[in-house]
């Protein structure tokens, strides 16, 4: 059981926008703690995509973007394209725990 | 452009100790501060941070890891290092080694390929 609760799934067709959930407590995002986004392609290690709830490293599209509010965050996703096919966790920082947590992720299918 | 790579054992006996290293390259890790943390993943399963290190020497863990973990530094290989004792078949999974940026909340970029560690006689 993951501190961050994220769906298991999510899909979406080439063209239209997804968007992932990340929801936590007063622990972790709602104590201010920034959220990060990885993505995980298959077979691979995860990259940044979003840090500080919605900075864009560069190379990152602009396609990507993140939000926070309250005790959650949001990944949205536009454009959907084939290689956005992958997972998806988000990471914060839980008091409680003294640790970074992560999300238990969420897979992306892309119809 | 900094790279990671981790390297070590990929079987290792139950109840033993499991030791793992990650040389970075591209970059010197005793050029201002630098931090590392290792993170694991188990086969088909979510990411678990295990600790970080500072390369002033200054350690954090998991704490439901801390009594089993070490993590350590050697400045003039560029190398962290992982130890994690008493291993059984629930440490059995992928471990990444990742630069970790200090913020609000620390973030992690960029990570290593990835070693897997399979705990088995």
């Known amino acids: 059981q993951s501190v961050l609760t994220q769906p298991p799934s999510v899909s979406g067709a080439p063209g239209q926008r997804v968007t992932i959930s990340c929801t936590g407590s007063?622990?972790?995002?709602?104590?201010?703690?920034?959220v990060q986004w990885y993505q995980q392609l298959p077979g691979t290690a995860p990259k940044l995509l979003i840090h500080?709830?919605?900075n864009r490293p560069s190379g990152v599209p602009d396609r990507f973007s993140g939000s926070k509010s309250g005790t959650s965050a949001s990944l949205a996703i536009t454009g959907l394209q084939a290689e956005d096919e992958a997972d998806y966790y988000c990471?914060?920082?839980?008091?409680?725990?003294?640790?970074?947590?992560f999300g238990g992720g969420t897979k992306l299918t892309v119809l | 452009q900094v790279q990671l790579q981790e390297s070590g054992p990929g079987l290792v006996q139950p109840s033993q100790t499991l030791a793992l290293t990650c040389t970075v390259s591209?970059?010197?890790?005793?050029?201002?501060?630098?931090?590392c943390s290792w993170i694991r993943q188990p086969a088909g399963k979510g990411l678990e941070w295990i600790g970080r290190?500072?390369?002033?020497?200054?350690?954090s863990y998991n704490p439901s890891l801390k009594s089993r973990v070490t993590i350590s530094v050697d400045k003039s290989k560029n190398q962290f290092s992982l130890m994690l004792t008493s291993v059984t078949a629930a440490d059995t999974a992928v471990y990444y080694c990742a630069r970790d940026w200090p913020g609000t909340t620390n973030w992690f970029d960029p990570w290593g390929q990835g070693t897997l560690v399979t705990v088995s006689s």
């Open positions: 500080g709830n919605s």
């Open positions: 990471q914060s920082y839980d008091s409680s725990l003294s640790g970074c947590v």
């Open positions: 290190i500072y390369t002033s020497g200054r350690t």
């Open positions: 007063s622990s972790n995002i709602g104590a201010g703690h920034d």
């Open positions: 591209g970059g010197s890790i005793s050029s201002g501060s630098y931090y």
